[in-house]
């Protein structure tokens, strides 16, 4: 049975450890340079390459995603699914409860002065409002913390912690987020899915038996 937080962060050291490092250089940047600054820096850096790839990456991030992951993984083992789609449910309510309470414009209302300045995909719809945080980042990192944490081979977490990054990356690069959206959503997706996991897992129910099958092996 799972110990607690102590448990949780040495499954999911492989990905926490450099997350820990990454959020300290996010704060030193975020500190150097302004809003306007950073968000400039990434999006005024783009190609065709870009541009094709990153709305899939952004995909991966969307709540749908999560879902029939989590559907996949009921015909396998309970547990895994009901510990992500859990996860993705209160991280992603605390998302947008954040994001209604701040109620903070998106770049395409913040810069309507300059939008001749942004660079846009073509063919993307651009939101405009509820900005703060970023939802997919929270379910990006959410879904990597919850999947390093329940991999037989932890060190998976390093390409899940990257591939969460790049979701982070591609709603700066899309236009959709401002860098603060994107760090403070990274931190709403790993510390509260860190104290979920710390809580629910610990539970007698979930440790049963019958958690550990699938609606492929019932019996």
């Given at each position: 049975m799972n110990a607690g937080a102590k448990d949780v962060l040495y499954k999911i050291r492989y990905l926490f450890i450099p997350y820990i490092i990454l959020l300290c250089v996010c704060l030193i940047i975020k500190l150097l340079f302004t809003r306007t600054e950073i968000f400039f820096a990434v999006n005024g850096v783009h190609s065709d390459f870009a541009d094709a790839i990153e709305p899939y990456i952004t995909h991966i991030g969307d709540g749908v995603t999560i879902i029939a992951l989590s559907i996949?993984?009921?015909f396998f083992n309970y547990r895994a699914s009901f510990l992500l789609l859990t996860s993705y449910t209160l991280?992603?309510?605390t998302a947008q409860v954040l994001k209604y309470f701040f109620d903070?414009?998106?770049p395409r209302i913040y810069f309507e002065d300059q939008l001749?300045?942004?660079h846009f995909v073509k063919g993307l719809y651009i939101l405009a409002v509820h900005s703060f945080p970023s939802?997919?980042?929270v379910t990006a990192f959410s879904a990597g913390v919850v999947i390093t944490y329940l991999a037989k081979n932890k060190s998976w977490g390093l390409l899940l912690f990257f591939v969460a990054v790049?979701?982070?990356y591609s709603r700066m690069y899309l236009a959709q987020h401002f860098f603060e959206d994107v760090t403070v959503g990274s931190a709403v997706g790993v510390f509260i899915t860190l104290v979920w996991l710390s809580f629910v897992d610990r539970k007698k129910f979930i440790n049963s038996p019958y958690w550990d099958k699938g609606l492929f092996n019932r019996s």
């Open positions: 996949i993984l009921a991280t992603a309510l903070m414009p998106r001749q300045k942004i939802g997919h980042t790049m979701v982070g």
